[in-house]
């Protein structure tokens, strides 16, 4: 028994996520602006499809879906009633344009929903920001060094549905294939993501710029609430002890979690509430809304600095 406990030690590690939209990535042109040039291409007419018409009418689908369907509709389709964020997206679309073609009978040209899908899973509809892969290059190399955390795994955090790594995949990143598992596999929840060989080539953390991808329509609750933020964690927790339980079963895993994202309310404060180290990168959020005592950064040039500031905690 002692030489058992002689054997374990406590291995640090760090989990670091992030949000997604607004955050690492952003609209190449502004939503109505891509729907009306896709509008177009499909042949409905400039005056019912102007910027305005259609950013109004977006608007107004989106939150009359949200409330009709919250998380994508995910406990009807736990219940089998409801199709998933596909459903959703295509029932959005089609409301959009309803209001601005002034005609709820209209059916839309062929292809056309499906086209707007597209364009919103890939580098078609998104661009990342300046700093993420420059900041990925960095936290690659700051993985292969020695230092106070001897594992570090990488993640999102974000409230939408399975498209996320797809997006980010498009925009050349390294994706991992851990995902979340709350109440039913999250693969068992019909969606956009079909995970399969092309998705399992990086495997281990140091391959990775992302490890996990963690969506509220798979975890089953959106941020700021801390169920998905635990979600988060425990999925961290196991794959790592898939990478180094046949090595190291009997030693101990202490987590250090860092959060990154630009709303206050979901991504700042609802990682402080779930425990975690939490930083703010307003991309979009005003200053005045902003906590004057929160953790501020303007660029992810500078998470490597509150890192190694954590280390030395």
Known sequence: MSA?????????????????????FHPRRPIPELYASIALSFGLPKSKVAHERLQAAFKTAYKAQSNAYPNYGRQEVLLGRYGGPRQWWSDLIKMTFAKVLDDETKDL?????????????????YTLYDDVQPFFTHLQNFKRTKSAFEHVVTGVISNSDDRVPAVLRSLGLSIGNVRADRDRSSMELPGFEQLGVENEQNS??????IDMI???????????????????????QKYLSTIIASKFPDDVVEWTRIHIGDDTQKDYIGAINAGWHSLLIPRRTATRDIPKDAKRIESLEEVMTEIERIQKQ
């Open 4 to 24: 058992i406990r002689a054997s374990r030690r406590r291995r640090q590690a760090l989990l670091i996520t992030f949000d997604a939209f607004s955050t690492l």
């Open 109 to 125: 040209p062929g292809g056309m929903v499906e086209r707007l899908l597209d364009v919103f899973a890939s580098n078609e509809g």
């Open 204 to 209: 281990m953390p140091e391959g990775n710029n």
């Open 214 to 236: 963690i969506t509220s329509y798979e975890a089953g609750q959106e941020k700021p609430h801390r169920l998905i933020y635990d979600v988060a964690a425990r999925q961290a």
